[in-house]
């Protein structure tokens, strides 16, 4: 055992690779993808560090070139649920106690792999099937992946350094133990570097856990998987168990020895798994910890004084980016009459310049969304609007699946603050504005705070300072994450912890020591060095 404090890296953010033309991480990106789809590959089921084919098997495919299959992936059951649990709590004998240093340089090392080896690999594979533009990859797969597991790390041993107190001849301890038990990790689709972290966020403090990712991101997630396993996570310390949610889940959220969950997804999703777990409590052997980062309705809310140019390319790009498919992306925006025919003007010129197709062109902006179930649920809403006389359509409205499944970047005016599409979450690049009377302002915002459950992220734009505090505290509930004059996407680790309230999740902040805190149970100890002999006080004495 080693005998010193050890201090862990600083941690820094990932810098950004621009992908300009001519850089050598554009070419690297290209031949990457080139050569991933150029064969088709098998993804088996990782239990104990053994590869596991069930035979029940799906495909991975390219949802911007639907035709293509990148390979299909093996999906576990009952049975291989309960065997990767048993290989978990086995692994957690040796893992819990692993001296800290060297648990955590495992996943220094992860993040140097990505950082440099696996980068190209990394972001190839959410492009193809995920469908993101290589800077949108290059944000997520790789740049907050490597930042989770750095700055993880040193939010790890932030926790530890917190102790308490001692009086003379007592000392007081407190260590931060791994759960008893396993985690299970359950990941969306829609960001590569989620599904790295729900698993290795809880592993890092020494934690066993089981990973189920998205149907529709498996290809990413094994890739992240081969990764993990070249720097040098042990077997069995995350099991690798994709399939379908409840057949994956239900086993896993019923057993007595689950002692977390790791959740980002949709809301109604984590409700139901908090239903199954609570109407198993008696049966467990925990109280399981539940996490849960969900579903958002997300505003950008533009006061009289606002920044017309600044608002419209926060409004495209928070509205379009990743079509749309951010739990943080703008979704319903509110805007003051005064500004308005200058902001349509401008922006619909705009959005008209919004490129969409395959993202391995570099030219486009937008690729496809994520599979046919989604354009279904998204071109539902859209049918919605068309078909109401509260709603107007000022871009897009289109779409198409004969190749992929596309739909434009589309925006309705409505006159209807509660308007469906202005208070449920589409998931899609679908933007609902509506325009209030400039003296409308406060039941406005009144609007904004109630007409939608969730509570995840928020954008206020105005040059009037006394605006922006008034604003601010008006919405002070209705965003976890609130931006100033800035689009309500793209926190980064470090700088912008990440998490709504409301039904909007348990706002326990990824990639914060808030969230490791969840992943810890503390056990306080206390010493005293000369302990007393005589049971009775001196208060005791009275003559
Ligand atoms: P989803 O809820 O459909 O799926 C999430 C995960 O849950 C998948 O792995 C799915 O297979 C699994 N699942 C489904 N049913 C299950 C069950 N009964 N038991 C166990 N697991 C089950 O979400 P999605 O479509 O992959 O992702 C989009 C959603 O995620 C959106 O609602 C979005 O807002 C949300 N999201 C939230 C955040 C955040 O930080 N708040 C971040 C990303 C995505």
């Known amino acids: 055992m080693s005998n010193a404090y050890f201090k862990v890296p600083i941690p820094v953010n990932e810098p950004i690779k621009s992908y300009k033309p001519g850089s050598p991480e554009k070419e690297e990106l290209k031949a990457k993808m080139l050569e991933l789809k150029s064969k088709q590959i098998e993804v ?14 799906a495909e991975m495919i ?12 093996h999906k576990a059951g009952k049975e291989e649920v309960e065997e990767a649990i048993e290989s978990a709590l086995e692994a957690r004998k040796e893992w819990s106690e692993m001296p800290w240093e060297h648990r955590v340089s495992i996943f ?43 700055f993880n790390v040193y939010y790890m041993t932030q926790l530890m350094s917190d102790q308490p107190i001692s009086t003379k001849g007592v000392w007081n301890r407190l260590e931060y133990r791994a759960l008893e038990g396993f985690v299970f990790a359950v990941s969306p689709f829609n960001f590569t570097s989620i599904g790295g972290n729900l698993g290795t966020a809880p592993a890092m403090v020494g934690n066993v856990a089981l990973w189920k990712p998205a149907s529709s991101a498996v ?31 239900n086993p896993a959220m019923t057993s007595k020895h689950l002692a977390g969950v790791h959740f980002t997804g949709s809301t109604s999703v984590f409700q139901n798994m908090w239903k199954t777990i609570a109407e198993n409590l008696s049966e467990s052997n925990y109280y399981p910890r539940i996490v849960g980062e969900t579903g958002g309705k997300d505003f950008i809310f533009a006061h009289p004084t606002a920044d017309v140019d600044a608002l419209v390319s926060a409004t495209i790009r928070g509205a379009f980016e990743y079509q749309g ?15 308005w025919s200058e902001f349509k003007e401008k922006y619909v010129a705009e959005v008209k310049d919004v490129k969409m197709g395959d993202v391995e062109d570099f030219t486009n902006f937008m690729g496809a969304v994520i599979d046919q179930g989604a354009y279904e649920t998204i071109t539902e809403y859209i049918k919605y609007a068309d078909e109401s006389d509260e709603a107007e359509f000022i871009t897009g409205g289109k779409y198409n699946d004969s190749e992929g499944f596309f739909i434009e970047p589309t925006t309705i005016v409505t006159t209807n603050p509660n308007f469906k599409t202005m208070v ?35 954008a206020i734009f105005a040059q009037d300072r006394k605006a922006l505090v008034y604003m601010a505290d008006r919405l002070k509930n209705s965003a976890g994450n609130f931006y100033f004059n800035d689009k309500p996407t793209g926190a980064v680790v470090g700088q ?19 969230n490791l805190l969840r992943w810890m149970s503390v056990r306080t100890m206390k010493e005293t060095f000369d302990p007393p002999k005589n049971w009775r006080y001196p208060f005791m004495d009275e003559k």
């Open 108 to 150: 220094l090392k992860a993040a140097e792999l990505l950082s440099g080896p696996w980068r190209s690999t990394i972001n190839a594979t959410t492009m193809l099937n995920q469908s993101k533009t290589a800077f949108q990859s290059e944000i997520d797969a790789a740049c907050e992946l490597i930042d989770f597991w750095n």
């Open 496 to 514: 912008q912890p990440f998490g709504g309230g409301r039904a909007s999740g348990t706002n326990d902040k990824a990639g914060s020591a808030m």
């Open 424 to 458: 449920e979450e589409i998931f899609g690049p679908v933007m609902t504005i509506f325009v209030y009377e400039d003296e409308k302002l406060d039941e406005t915002l009144e609007s904004c705070d109630t007409a939608s459950a969730y509570a995840l992220t928020g």
């Open 325 to 339: 498919q951010k739990c943080s992306a703008a979704s319903r925006m509110y805007i003051p009459k005064s500004i």
């Open 62 to 73: 390219i949802p911007h070139n639907k035709k293509h299959v990148l390979g299909v992936y």
């Open 219 to 249: 290809y990413s997630a094994y890739h992240i998987m081969l990764l993990l396993k070249e720097a040098g996570l042990p077997d069995g310390v995350i099991n690798f168990v994709p399939g379908s949610g409840s057949q994956v889940g």
């Open 44 to 57: 088996p089921l990782i239990i104990g560090g053994k590869e596991i084919r069930t035979g029940n098997t």
